[in-house]
Structure formats: C-alpha cells, structure tokens
C-alpha cells in the first residue's frame, strides 16, 4: 500500500508538472523538448522542490519517533517491531517515487534554495511554522494546543540554522534541535498534563530529512552513485542526530520524574 501511494504520488506529481510545462511552452513559444522550459518561463517552479513536498507527506515520522520512544522506555520489543515496519516503510516509500521518477525521467539537478539571509531565514521559519501546524492538524492536535507545537517548529529549525553555521555536519545541528524540540515538548506536556508526544512530532517535523532522501533516490535513478553515497550519508546523519537528540533529552526526562512504587 506505501510502495502504491509514493508511485501515485509520484506520477501524479510528475504529470501535473509536465502538463503545466507544455501550456506554458505553448503559451510563450518555448522549447518543451527542453527539460527547463517551465523553469525558463518561471524560475521559481522546480519538480525537485514539488516532488520534497510530497515525500515529506509520506516519511513516517511518526512511527520513528514511537519507536525511538518505546525502546527508551524499556518496551524493546514492540519499539524493535516499530523500527523495522519504519525501515520497510521508508524501502516501499523510496521504491515507489524511485520508478515514478524513472518513468517520467525527472529531472536530477538540484535546485536552488533559499540564501542565509534574513528573507531566507524568515521564509524558512515561517514554512517551518505552517509545516509543524499542518502535521498538527494531520494528527488531530486539539486546536487549542497548535500555537504552541507550530512555535515549536519554527524554535528547532532556528536552531538547526543557528548551530549549522558553527558546524559542517548536519549530525550536531541535528542532534541539538531535536534535543531542544524534545525538551520543549516535555516542558509543555509538564505544564498541560498531557503526553509530550502531541508537542514532540509537530516540533521536529521540520528537522524530517526529506530532501536528502529524495536526492537519494533521485540520483540513484540517474546512476551518479557519489552523489547517491553523499545524499545517503547526509539522510544518515539528520536521522541519527535527531535520535541521538530526542534519546539524550528523554532518558534525563525519565531520570528526573518522581518514582513510585
């Protein structure tokens, strides 16, 4: 069922955007042999972007943070059984966008993102406000609970910017925002008498690895293998950081909580 629905969304992705680029050509006498010619006539229009979009729908970010949580707690068992349906989860996700994107033979090139500069960083925080809200609204957060986890997206991506430029690595900026989103999400749950897993997922939602995962793929398509081993490494490491991060936050968690017999 995941392998079908990334291969749909793929093609559907795919399709929509080729469509719009023959109107476009046709429109403005363009080229539509030419692999950019909807991005001649509107710069700002990447299938890269659109196709991010919509595997960041599907990475189920979810289960990797309730197994993450279950082993923490001592539940080895059902948290191992949580990880591998993730693992096979996340196979079946990349299979289904990997065909799609040989089908229509997307295009490989990256490109371009938002500049470091405080309109940059301003429009990456309020897509990261909107994104946490989304994924809040996706998994039924109480409306009077969605201010609070959408500033907890916008709060670890900061973060995850800030640390970024002191570091080389996405493994630190990572591992420290996840940290912070767990601890925000302790602190609420704390304040509110409610699991902190309804504040954890939306905050970290923006920290989910789904370019360098598409990228992975996408170039896998394309057979450029050392860019399929530096995406691959990059998608690693933002995973493990933000395991590392939320793991450290919620043992110390535990640790603190008053024990009864």
């Known amino acids: ?37 909807l991005q001649g006539a509107n710069p700002l229009i ?16 979810i289960f990797m943070t309730n197994a993450i949580h279950d082993m923490l707690v ?5 948290g191992t059984m949580r990880f591998v349906e993730t693992m ?22 990256v490109g371009p993102g938002f500049e470091l500069n405080w309109m940059g960083v301003t429009a990456q925080l309020i897509a990261a406000f909107f994104g946490a809200a989304g ?5 039924h ?28 690595s996405v493994f630190f900026p990572a591992l420290v925002a996840s940290a912070f989103s767990a ?11 409610i699991p902190s897993l309804l504040f954890v997922i939306p905050s970290v939602i923006p920290l989910i690895p789904g370019a360098p995962l598409y990228y992975t793929m996408s170039f896998a398509v394309a057979a450029d293998w050392t860019q399929v081993a530096a995406y691959a490494m990059r998608t690693g490491q933002f995973a493990l950081g933000i395991a ?11 640790l603190l909580k008053p024990r009864t017999r």
């Open 88 to 109: 096979l989860w996340a196979v079946a996700l990349a299979g289904g966008f990997m065909t799609a994107i040989f089908l229509f033979d997307a295009s490989h090139n």
């Open 46 to 61: 990447h299938l890269d972007k659109i196709l991010i979009g919509e595997v960041m729908l599907l990475i189920p970010g």
């Open 135 to 139: 994924f809040a609204m996706i998994f």
């Open 1 to 37: 069922f995941n392998l079908l629905c990334s291969f749909l969304a793929g093609v559907g992705t795919c399709a929509t955007v080729a469509f719009v680029e023959a109107i476009a050509a046709g429109i403005l006498g363009a080229d539509i042999s030419s692999t950019n010619a």
């Open 183 to 193: 601890l925000y999400s302790e602190a609420l749950a704390q304040w509110r008498d």
């Open 244 to 254: 590392v991060g939320m793991c450290v936050t919620w043992l110390f968690a535990s």
């Open 141 to 168: 957060l109480p409306r009077k609970y969605l201010a609070a986890a959408s500033i907890g997206g916008i709060l670890s991506w900061a973060i995850y910017l800030a640390v970024g430029c002191a570091s080389s």
């Open 74 to 78: 001592g539940d080895t068992v059902a």
